[in-house]
């Protein structure tokens, strides 16, 4: 509408799409798709112990795509779990998505974007996607966030799935220490990428808040531990870096 | 019949697990609404989100489960400062952090598991 020389619509059509695979290799080349393998082939060998067949993880890992609450649903199924009790620590473990989502979208929407566009990635927020969207989307003009991060999702979705299957076929016979360090591959990916995207005062103050606090509140067992250290470590991090800000 | 057998996991993976997650997706579409990437609100969700994922960090590598469990908590977290000692070292390089970690695990977990 205000741009004067529109591009011709094949040569949109082939921008966005050349920043849909810009995303998708961007994805595939990151650290996290060798996470997303490990998780997803550990993911695969829990799906094939407890009996659930290998295209009902693909279609888990599509719909729920959170790796916590799948892991949730995933022994819950396995042990029979009461149904309450299986939605509830589900979306326990989900809370995460809404601050994520919230701090998300306002960096792929444009103000002409339907609300219809923005379903997708709503959808695909996950850690992986998000932490590497808030590096890489600011570098990138406004009008192609949507394809690029649209792309870098199916990436790792796409990765995610087809590694569930290796590893449900895989199952058992992994000797115990690899299959350790393959669940050790989550928290290790998330710590750097997150120390390396701490780059502002605000976020290493809630990096380290998160670290202290989570286990502090995990240890007293409190409930909804991780909602609160979200909220205190957080809101202390967004108080002392607005007291800052004022004070310069 | 095997399809009807087979139905249930299908419909807990509905209602047990993709619903009750996907609502704090929608819920946080519907509050970004009108916000702009530089709110308060964005910038303290941010912060809030940061927050819990390090929490969630910390709680996998210090109250392990499964296989990983049987790995020392020493181990663990002499992993995790090597993976931080060598993103530092390789010139903030993820890739070298979290190979440096998994490194320093395996190692630890082959030299010293009991």
């Given at each position: 509408?205000?741009?004067?020389?529109?591009?011709a619509?094949?040569?949109?059509?082939?921008?966005?799409?050349?920043?849909?695979?810009?995303?998708?290799?961007?994805?595939?080349?990151?650290?996290?798709?060798?996470?997303l393998?490990?998780?997803?082939?550990?993911?695969?060998?829990?799906?094939?112990?407890?009996?659930?067949s290998a295209?009902?993880?693909?279609?888990?890992?599509v719909l729920?795509?959170?790796?916590?609450?799948?892991?949730?649903?995933?022994?819950a199924?396995?042990?029979?779990?009461?149904?309450?009790?299986?939605?509830?620590?589900?979306?326990?473990s989900?809370t995460?998505?809404?601050?994520?989502?919230?701090?998300?979208?306002?960096?792929?929407r444009?103000?002409?974007?339907r609300?219809?566009?923005?379903?997708?990635?709503?959808?695909?927020?996950?850690?992986?996607?998000?932490?590497?969207?808030?590096?890489l989307?600011?570098k990138?003009?406004p009008?192609?966030?949507?394809?690029?991060?649209?792309?870098?999702?199916?990436?790792?979705m796409?990765?995610?799935?087809?590694f569930?299957?290796?590893?449900?076929y895989?199952a058992?016979?992994l000797p115990p220490?690899?299959?350790?360090a393959?669940?050790f591959l989550?928290?290790?990916?998330?710590?750097i990428s997150t120390?390396n995207?701490?780059r502002?005062?605000?976020?290493?103050?809630?990096?380290v808040?998160g670290?202290?606090?989570?286990?502090?509140l995990?240890?007293?067992?409190?409930p909804?531990?991780?909602?609160?250290?979200g909220i205190?470590g957080g809101?202390i991090?967004?108080?002392?870096?607005?007291?800052?800000?004022?004070?310069q | 019949?095997?399809?009807?057998v087979?139905?249930?996991p299908?419909?807990?993976l509905?209602?047990?697990g993709f619903l009750?997650?996907?609502?704090?997706?929608?819920?946080?579409?519907v509050?970004?609404r009108?916000?702009d990437?530089?709110s308060?609100?964005v910038?303290?969700?941010?912060?809030?989100?940061?927050?819990?994922?390090a929490?969630?960090?910390?709680?996998?590598?210090?109250?392990?489960?499964?296989?990983?469990?049987?790995?020392?908590l020493q181990i663990?977290l002499?992993?995790a400062?090597?993976?931080?000692v060598?993103?530092?070292v390789?010139?903030?390089?993820?890739?070298?952090?979290?190979l440096?970690g998994e490194?320093a695990?395996?190692?630890?977990?082959?030299?010293?598991?009991?």
């Amino acid at each position: 509408m205000a741009e004067p020389l529109s591009p011709a619509p094949a040569e949109i059509a082939t921008s966005t799409a050349a920043t849909f695979f810009a995303g998708l290799r961007s994805a595939l080349l990151s650290v996290f798709s060798l996470v997303l393998m490990g998780t997803y082939i550990g993911m695969g060998a829990l799906t094939h112990s407890v009996g659930l067949s290998a295209w009902w993880l693909a279609l888990s890992t599509v719909l729920v795509w959170a790796a916590p609450a799948q892991l949730i649903l995933i022994s819950a199924i396995g042990s029979g779990s009461a149904l309450v009790e299986v939605a509830i620590a589900v979306t326990l473990s989900a809370t995460r998505l809404f601050p994520m989502v919230v701090a998300l979208l306002p960096l792929v929407r444009r103000p002409t974007t339907r609300l219809l566009d923005m379903l997708l990635p709503t959808h695909f927020t996950s850690i992986s996607m998000w932490v590497e969207s808030l590096r890489l989307l600011p570098k990138i003009a406004p009008d192609r966030r949507l394809a690029f991060c649209n792309g870098l999702s199916v990436g790792y979705m796409g990765t995610a799935v087809v590694f569930g299957f290796v590893g449900y076929y895989l199952a058992a016979g992994l000797p115990p220490l690899l299959s350790g360090a393959l669940m050790f591959l989550t928290p290790m990916s998330f710590f750097i990428s997150t120390v390396n995207n701490a780059r502002m005062m605000i976020d290493k103050l809630a990096l380290v808040l998160g670290l202290a606090l989570g286990p502090l509140l995990g240890y007293w067992q409190l409930p909804l531990d991780l909602m609160w250290t979200g909220i205190i470590g957080g809101t202390i991090a967004y108080f002392i870096f607005r007291v800052r800000e004022v004070a310069q | 019949m095997k399809a009807a057998v087979d139905l249930g996991p299908y419909v807990m993976l509905i209602l047990v697990g993709f619903l009750p997650n996907e609502v704090w997706r929608l819920l946080g579409l519907v509050m970004a609404r009108g916000l702009d990437e530089g709110s308060e609100l964005v910038i303290w969700s941010r912060a809030v989100a940061t927050a819990i994922l390090a929490g969630v960090i910390a709680k996998l590598i210090l109250f392990s489960t499964g296989e990983l469990a049987a790995v020392p908590l020493q181990i663990r977290l002499g992993a995790a400062a090597c993976a931080f000692v060598a993103y530092v070292v390789m010139k903030r390089s993820v890739f070298a952090g979290v190979l440096g970690g998994e490194a320093a695990l395996l190692i630890g977990g082959y030299l010293f598991t009991p």
